[in-house]
Each structure stands twice: as C-alpha cells, then as structure tokens.
C-alpha cells in the first residue's frame, strides 16, 4: 500500500490531523510564553520580538508552521466532508450517548471553531505581523508593543479577540484528547488523565491569550 493511500485512508487522515494537531498545540504554548512578556513592559516585550523575527530560523520555521496548518485544515475538512456525505439521513433527535460517551458541546462543534479559528488568524497575522509599523530606540527596532496597544485600545477588538480565545479553548478541550487518542494513547486507565490535562491545559491557553489584550486595555 503506498505512503499516499494509506494517510488518504480514515484511519490515516485521522492520524494526520491528530500529529499535525499536536504540534500546533505545542506551537501555541511557546506562542504564549511570548506573549506574555507584555506583562515584563513596553522594553522586554520589544526586544524578545525582534530577537524573534531577527533569528534567521524564523523563515524556515514559519514556512513549516503554515504547511502544519494547511495540512490539519485540509484533512480536517476532508475528513468532516466525507463524515457528512456518508450520512444520507441526518439524525431524527440528537442526544448524549450517555456517561461513557466523549461527545460534547467541544466535539460537535470543532469544525465550525476550527474555522472561526482560521479566520482570527488571517485577521491577527495582518494586524500583528503586517500591521502598523513603528520604530523605537537605536539601532531602531519594531515598537510591536505600540502596535499592538493600539489596536487593543478598540473595546471592539478586545472583545473580537477574547471571543475568539474562548473558542480557541473549547477547539482545544476536545482536540488535545482526541489528538492523543489519534496517536494510540487511549487506555482506560490514563484516557481520563489525558482528558482532564487537556481540558485543563484549554482553559490556561484560552484563558492566557484572552488576559493579554483585557491587560492592554485596562492599564493604557
């Protein structure tokens, strides 16, 4: 059975997307220990993204991180796609499964977070990354704490983002379980660990991004 057949199988596909979610998850855990050096003050802030973006690894790691993440929409979409073509008859009357069943609002929702997901993302990358250019100090460097005061200046914006943070949360409340499980670790006696670590680790993720611009906001 060749490489291709086999990730475009279901079992294949899932493993994909749980892989490619973990390391996306792993991704936004070093994305916010960064970000929280905005609580260190306008200098630190500063100095830790430009010695981000000024590492020549950045370039390579960016390209890996978008085919990371085009590689988990995709499958994902493929995946809920076929899920959805496979059922003619939708279901009469939805319900729980019961104590034993994992679905939850989290689970039955993670395409449409998913999406709303990649859509902040396009917006954030354009305010953040390719947004509004100041310069501070000498050697001038980028003055990305300006930027990003300003746009959480906007009651609006702040409130977008923690929106969004909030969903960022529950995609992951059910993704870092499921991830797991992709990759074989599903076993009565740590499944539930895992589940409550992921549910924890959601709420610390969605929780730390959502505090960055409620902070901006309320101490400018």
């Given at each position: 059975?060749?490489?291709?057949r086999?990730?475009?199988s279901?079992v294949?596909?899932?493993?994909?997307i749980?892989?490619t979610?973990?390391l996306?998850f792993?991704y936004l855990?070093?994305?916010?220990?960064g970000?929280?050096?905005?609580?260190?003050?306008?200098?630190?802030?500063?100095?830790y993204a430009h010695?981000?973006?000024s590492?020549p690894?950045v370039?390579p790691?960016e390209?890996?991180?978008l085919?990371i993440?085009l590689?988990?929409?995709?499958?994902t979409?493929?995946m809920?796609?076929?899920?959805?073509?496979?059922r003619n008859?939708g279901?009469?009357?939805k319900?729980?499964a019961?104590?034993?069943?994992r679905?939850?609002?989290?689970s039955?929702t993670?395409?449409?977070?998913?999406?709303?997901?990649l859509?902040?993302v396009?917006?954030?990358?354009a305010q953040?990354?390719?947004?509004?250019?100041?310069?501070i100090?000498?050697p001038p460097?980028?003055?990305?704490y300006r930027?990003?005061?300003?746009?959480?200046?906007s009651?609006?914006w702040v409130?977008?983002?923690v929106?969004c943070m909030v969903?960022?949360?529950?995609?992951?409340?059910h993704?870092i379980?499921?991830a797991?499980?992709?990759?074989?670790a599903?076993?009565?006696v740590y499944?539930?660990r895992?589940?409550i670590?992921g549910?924890?680790l959601a709420?610390?993720?969605?929780?730390?991004?959502?505090a960055?611009?409620l902070?901006?906001?309320f101490?400018?």
């Amino acid at each position: 059975m060749s490489f291709r057949r086999v990730f475009s199988s279901s079992v294949g596909t899932k493993l994909l997307i749980g892989v490619t979610g973990l390391l996306l998850f792993a991704y936004l855990i070093l994305h916010l220990v960064g970000n929280l050096m905005v609580f260190a003050g306008e200098e630190t802030f500063n100095h830790y993204a430009h010695a981000l973006v000024s590492n020549p690894l950045v370039i390579p790691a960016e390209i890996g991180l978008l085919l990371i993440f085009l590689l988990h929409i995709y499958k994902t979409v493929a995946m809920w796609t076929a899920n959805q073509r496979a059922r003619n008859i939708g279901y009469a009357k939805k319900s729980w499964a019961g104590h034993t069943s994992r679905k939850s609002i989290a689970s039955t929702t993670m395409i449409w977070t998913g999406l709303i997901t990649l859509a902040f993302v396009v917006v954030h990358l354009a305010q953040m990354k390719f947004g509004a250019w100041y310069e501070i100090g000498e050697p001038p460097i980028r003055d990305l704490y300006r930027t990003e005061a300003e746009i959480f200046s906007s009651p609006l914006w702040v409130a977008i983002y923690v929106a969004c943070m909030v969903l960022v949360g529950f995609h992951l409340r059910h993704g870092i379980a499921s991830a797991f499980q992709s990759v074989g670790a599903d076993h009565p006696v740590y499944t539930r660990r895992i589940v409550i670590l992921g549910t924890t680790l959601a709420i610390l993720i969605g929780g730390g991004f959502a505090a960055i611009p409620l902070w901006v906001y309320f101490t400018r």
